[in-house]
């Protein structure tokens, strides 16, 4: 096996899990073994072990009593909590953002929502994995802009929710990213037009139509 920088192989093994999880291919409830997951990935057990520790604090993974990992299961209401969590808390985020952003930040937003309306225009088997990864940087650029590390650390553990409840929802997921671009687009519109009020609207009405994406036009 060849030897890879720690940090590296600790990401590698971390976007790995997590997006195994994402696809279903790891279903909640599934045991996370270090040492199959290492002769998988490639890498020793040591990044393994990082990857599931960071996994389990943005709350995908949880360690049973005999503290082996697991795919963390979500109850309907622990899902419905932690989406209206988080949109009061992004909602926040972006009428503060509004007032903070800079034109480079409006620009980053304007490049990754075009990246991602180009992923569901191409669409496939990989785009909401793609469309997953480019979405949470539209999202942390924002969270960025607000300019509260503590409001950072609150919600990034809700974000992780919206990825088990897209797997349930896998048959409406391209109505979802659809409607989800045209959202991204207002919000950029509300954080230009530097209103706070209506960075949180949009935001707040973004977040609450991920929570049932087989509700057309929600």
């Keep these: ?54 996994l389990e604090t943005e709350g995908l993974v949880y360690a ?47 490049d990754l929502s075009t990246q991602m309306e180009a992923v569901v225009a191409e669409g496939g088997e990989e785009a909401p994995v793609k469309f997953a990864t480019l979405n949470d940087q539209f999202h942390d650029g924002i969270l960025w802009h607000c300019g509260s590390q503590r409001l950072r650390d609150l919600i990034k553990p809700l ?7 897209m797997q349930r929802f896998r048959p409406h997921i391209e109505m979802h990213l659809q409607r989800s671009c ?7 519109a509300a954080l230009e037009a530097r209103d706070p009020a209506w960075a949180e609207t949009q935001m707040r009405t973004h977040l609450l139509s991920a929570k049932n994406p087989a509700v057309d036009g929600a």
């Design 1 to 54: 096996m060849v030897k890879k920088p720690r940090q590296w192989a600790a990401d590698e093994a971390y976007r790995h899990i997590r997006r195994r999880i994402f696809r279903g291919e790891l279903a909640p409830g599934d045991s996370l073994i270090e040492q199959d997951l290492a002769a998988e990935i490639g890498v020793s057990r040591t990044p393994v072990r990082a990857a599931l520790h960071r």
């Design 182 to 188: 045209w959202h991204h687009r207002e919000i950029i």
């Design 159 to 165: 974000v992780q929710v919206q990825l088990v409840l």
């Design 64 to 110: 049973s009593g005999n503290r082996r990992a697991m795919v963390r299961e979500f109850a309907e209401a622990e899902v419905d909590e932690c989406f209206e969590l988080r949109a009061l808390l992004e909602s926040y985020a972006a009428g503060r953002a509004a007032t903070a952003i800079t034109p480079a930040g409006l620009a980053e937003l304007k």
